[in-house]
């Protein structure tokens, strides 16, 4: 039997930032949420596209041709291949909708990547 999602208050279960958290899988898609504040890492997915949607604070999409600010209720698709950094303000809080096999910084490795293995269910 499967429970509804209350969005709210799997916010409300982490402090931790650009270190997604995994809420519902549908077919091969993972919804994630994650907060955010300041820039996470330059990076893209050869083979996956990755949809943000705010629901709190701005998140900046940054593009190698150019910025997408996305506020509140807002979302944006950046499609694979296409190479960006997201950037915060802070206690942004977004969602991703993303295939499974998308690797959270692509191929750019930092302290803040979050192998697939280690993301967390919520």
Request: with cysteine.
């Given at each position: 039997?499967?429970?509804?999602?209350?969005?709210?208050?799997?916010?409300?279960?982490?402090?931790?930032?650009?270190?997604p958290?995994i809420?519902?899988?549908s077919?091969?898609q993972?919804?994630?949420?994650?907060?955010?504040?300041?820039?996470?890492?330059?990076?893209?997915?050869?083979?996956?596209?990755?949809?943000?949607?705010?629901?709190k604070?701005?998140?900046?999409?940054?593009?190698?041709?150019?910025?997408?600010?996305?506020?509140?209720?807002?979302?944006?698709?950046?499609?694979?291949?296409?190479?960006?950094?997201?950037?915060a303000?802070?206690?942004?809080h977004?969602?991703?909708?993303?295939?499974k096999?998308?690797?959270?910084?692509?191929?750019?490795?930092?302290?803040?990547?979050?192998?697939?293995?280690?993301?967390?269910?919520?």
């Amino acid at each position: 039997m499967d429970n509804k999602i209350n969005i709210k208050e799997k916010f409300s279960l982490f402090t931790d930032e650009w270190t997604p958290k995994i809420i519902a899988q549908s077919n091969s898609q993972l919804v994630k949420v994650a907060k955010g504040s300041g820039k996470l890492v330059w990076h893209k997915h050869d083979n996956e596209d990755e949809l943000f949607l705010v629901f709190k604070g701005e998140l900046t999409l940054h593009l190698r041709e150019k910025d997408i600010v996305l506020k509140e209720g807002e979302m944006y698709v950046v499609h694979k291949g296409v190479e960006h950094c997201p950037s915060a303000t802070p206690d942004t809080h977004f969602m991703m909708i993303e295939p499974k096999s998308t690797a959270h910084t692509g191929e750019a490795q930092s302290e803040i990547t979050v192998g697939y293995e280690k993301q967390e269910w919520i």
